[in-house]
């Protein structure tokens, strides 16, 4: 530098690019507070047979939720760089890390449709914590503290309507649900192919007993997670305004407590648990005012101790009666199994289900598609690329506590902060929640609709409230904060917050937002914007498979429907409704089978899940003709189910897929010996059999419908050995009763263990 010549100035993001990050931060913010407001099933339709319930269901189409995850993605990229310039080694160090863990993703993403729908809800979440983090350590520090303010604000408010959506269903839907069930048992169980008595029925009717609030989530655990860590939030931001905004602080308050009795009727030992750590570490930062070492510290232990104690339980085994720990590390053993033998891509977002059956611990009495812990479903499903994604959640959780004790201060960038901030979030989480009503407009009535309607109101005011206290910070606002990102991280290692659709975009936001530190900033550089930008080069390629994706899906979908409709009739006219009838419903049933196996090419009806569902529906079609039918129209239809069943089964399919083939075998065997080459059904039936067990070594039912195969083949000591290996992995669900034989079948399959000449068993009906 020349003598008397001024110095350099620190490299600084353009006003520009702060206001496009800031926006799209905020746009990130609200797609992932309207996801958790809405359900996102894997299908619309055949989730149950549509000829029993004549609904799709109440959520958003994959199409749709491929294309907001899409969207959330393409606009984290853009966020970040759009700050480039102002990106220290901290900030490019996420970008990289979250996109590392995107390649897999892609990879995967390109092989399966399946895998291209949940991998882009990971990696929606993930690029938005990444990108909501870099960006406010990139930007003028007033301006971080807005968009941190209006970004919380809509995600704090989200806990509200979860919170009265799962109070309704305490309080209004699980009683009529139980009512319509003891009232109509028998229809139900028809409807669904079930019989009374069966562990398939035991296990139904002890969930449904169980009083849950499940929201939008599905699942009690998931949304007892989100609520806990929404009750510190509020709780947290009403402290700060209890001074200066008593209103707004008793509506904090209340909101808080509201999340509370829920989480508190539900239950969940998991969510609690979190609660109870997060909530003394929060009282610890506010009361002791640790150091950033110490906190950071503490939470590296905490979070340490709690995957020891899920490894220490697995090793204490059968021993104690506690079970929830005990199939926490079940899921981990078989994740780090599956890991290692995949370590540098893993199988897939999707894959793990599959994997599990093959790698799970002989006394595990579940199949799960999830292993109930962030760090082994990405180690898992995304090999190298999930371990980036592990160090990426570290790095947020510590920043977060790091930043722990901020005294705060109002933004110094204009008063419109404190006007336009609320409005913003308010408006943002008011549309959120008005959108996230059409999706179940099939289904909601009257009362649900104003409950809907209040919620959201009461949102967008929660929403107003927390960003001025968020502007406020404070010792213990900005505490509770950091005490709710640990509540989340711990329970992502015991639950399914991070897999689960609608709630890992609200997780990762939360965490992307805790981790905003306003006292430790690093000057940025040239190389940290580099590395950012490949960071978002590396999140873009998700994005655009899953953007050329979404015409493909609504291809597939409009496929799905126009099969499903026509079923939907039959359940509409057992209801009362006065409907032409077309055709018969085997028929029906049958053309369903046909339309949507007919493309074999298109990823997204080759799915597993409705290839299943199809052969279901063909050999329902096969059960259901009619008693008078003659033998020729009874051998064309077992001809066209059976051609049906070639083409839906094959070398590659998965055990859902060789299970309804079974099925649709045994419905053709059912018929009189004319409609079919018995000697080559035999053999395919047999084929299905194993293929079921191949996949998964301790399925009851295949190894049972293996011995059956087998016995109608004449191979005795082939049926008396699969009857024994169906014993054996009966016994092996001990910890799980509900889920073995009744005492009819156990005696059946001990006898044919035994040696004894038997007839084989009669095909059950397919629903």
């Known amino acids: 530098m020349n003598e008397g010549s001024a110095p350099a100035l620190p490299r600084q993001a353009s006003r520009r690019g702060v206001a496009v990050a800031g926006v799209a931060c905020v746009a990130i913010a609200a797609i992932a507070c309207g996801q958790a407001l809405v359900a996102h099933p894997p299908s619309l339709w055949f989730d149950v047979d549509p000829a029993a319930d004549p609904n799709p269901f109440a959520g958003i189409a994959p199409s749709t939720g491929l294309l907001l995850d899409s969207l959330s993605v393409a606009l984290a990229a ?12 901290v900030g ?18 390109v092989n399966g449709a399946d895998d291209a729908w949940r991998g882009l809800q990971w990696t929606a979440g993930i690029a938005g914590a990444a990108a909501i983090a ?42 009529a649900m139980v009512a319509e069930y003891r009232a109509h048992k028998a229809e139900i169980l028809a409807a669904r192919g079930w019989q009374d008595g069966t562990p398939q029925v035991l296990t139904y009717e002890r969930r449904l007993s169980q009083p849950e609030a499940t929201a939008w989530f599905g699942l009690s655990n998931v949304a007892s997670g989100m609520l806990a860590a929404g009750a ?40 609690v648990g979190a609660l109870a750590i997060g909530g003394a570490f929060a009282a610890w930062c506010a009361v002791r005012s640790p150091g950033g070492r110490a906190r950071v510290v503490a939470c590296a232990a905490l979070l340490a101790a709690l995957l020891a104690a899920v490894a220490v339980r697995g090793r204490v085994g059968e021993s104690s009666a506690e079970r929830s720990l005990l199939f ?6 078989a994740a780090a199994q599956v890991a290692l033998e995949h370590p540098v891509a893993g199988v897939g977002p999707a894959g793990f289900g599959d994997a599990y059956l093959l790698a799970r611990p002989e006394r595990s009495p579940e199949e799960v598609q999830s292993a109930h812990a962030a760090w082994a479903d990405w180690l898992a499903s995304l090999g190298a690329g999930g371990a980036a994604w592990i160090a990426a959640l570290g790095a947020l959780v510590a920043l977060a506590a790091a930043g722990s004790v901020d005294r705060g201060d109002a933004p110094r960038d204009g008063a419109n902060a404190w006007t336009r901030g609320p409005l ?12 996230a009503v059409p999706p179940e407009a099939g289904v909601i009535d009257d009362h649900s609709l104003l409950m809907r309607v209040l919620a959201a109101l009461l949102a967008a005011s929660v929403a107003g409230a927390v960003v001025r206290a968020s502007l406020l910070g404070g010792r213990v606002w900005s505490a509770s904060l950091a005490g709710a990102a640990l509540l989340l991280a711990l329970h992502a290692q015991v639950e399914m917050t991070l897999w689960w659709p609608g709630s890992v975009a609200w997780v990762a ?27 978002a080069a590396m999140l873009a390629a998700p994005a655009v498979v899953g953007l050329g994706s979404v015409d493909r899906a609504r291809s597939a979908e409009r496929t799905v429907e126009d099969a499903a409709l026509p079923l939907a009739l039959f359940a509409r006219a057992r209801a009362g409704a006065n409907l032409p009838r077309v055709m018969d419903l085997d028929d029906a049933r049958f053309q369903a089978a046909a339309a949507m196996l007919a493309d074999r090419d298109d990823p997204w009806l080759v799915r597993p899940a409705l290839v299943a569902a199809a052969l279901e529906q063909a050999a329902a079609s096969v059960a259901g003709m009619p008693a008078d039918a003659s033998i020729e129209s009874r051998s064309a239809r077992c001809r066209q189910a059976l051609g049906l069943a070639v083409v839906g089964f094959g070398p590659r399919s998965g055990e859902r897929v060789a299970s309804a083939a079974g099925l649709l075998a045994e419905a053709v065997l059912a018929q009189p010996r004319e409609c079919a080459d018995r000697a080559w059904l035999e053999e395919f039936a047999v084929q299905c059999a194993q293929r079921q067990v191949d996949l998964d ?16 083949a004449g191979r005795a000591a082939a049926a008396q050995e699969a009857a024994r290996r169906a014993l054996a992995a009966d016994d092996s669900f001990a910890l799980d009763p509900l889920r073995q034989l009744p005492a009819t079948d156990r005696a059946r399959l001990e006898a044919l263990a035994g040696g004894e000449v038997i007839s084989p068993a009669p095909s059950a009906r397919p629903r």
């Open 78 to 89: 853009i966020a970040i760089v759009a700050v480039r310039r102002g990106v220290d080694r």
């Open 509 to 535: 936001a939360v965490l992307g937002v805790a981790a905003f530190d306003p006292s430790a900033r690093i000057l940025p550089s040239r190389a940290a914007a580099a590395a950012a930008v490949a960071g």
């Open 697 to 712: 070594p301790r399925s009851v039912r295949g190894w049972t419908r293996l011995a059956e195969a087998h016995l109608r």
């Open 134 to 175: 870099v960006s406010m350590r990139a930007m003028p520090l007033p301006r971080a503290r807005v968009v941190r303010a209006v970004a919380l604000g809509i995600l704090a408010a989200a806990a509200v309507p979860v919170a009265v959506r799962g109070g309704y269903q305490l309080w209004r839907e699980h009683p």
């Open 424 to 435: 913003v979030a308010a408006l943002a989480v008011l549309v959120a929640g008005v959108l």
């Open 232 to 271: 510190l939030l509020l709780a947290g931001s009403a402290l700060a305004l209890r001074r200066v905004r008593p209103v707004g602080a008793f509506l904090l308050g209340a909101a808080s407590a509201g999340c509370l009795a829920v989480v508190a009727a539900n239950g969940s030992k998991g969510a």
């Open 92 to 109: 490019a160090a996420l970008a990289v890390l979250a996109g590392l863990g995107a390649l897999p993703v892609a990879w995967h993403a």
């Open 328 to 333: 926490r590390a079940h899921y981990a053993q």
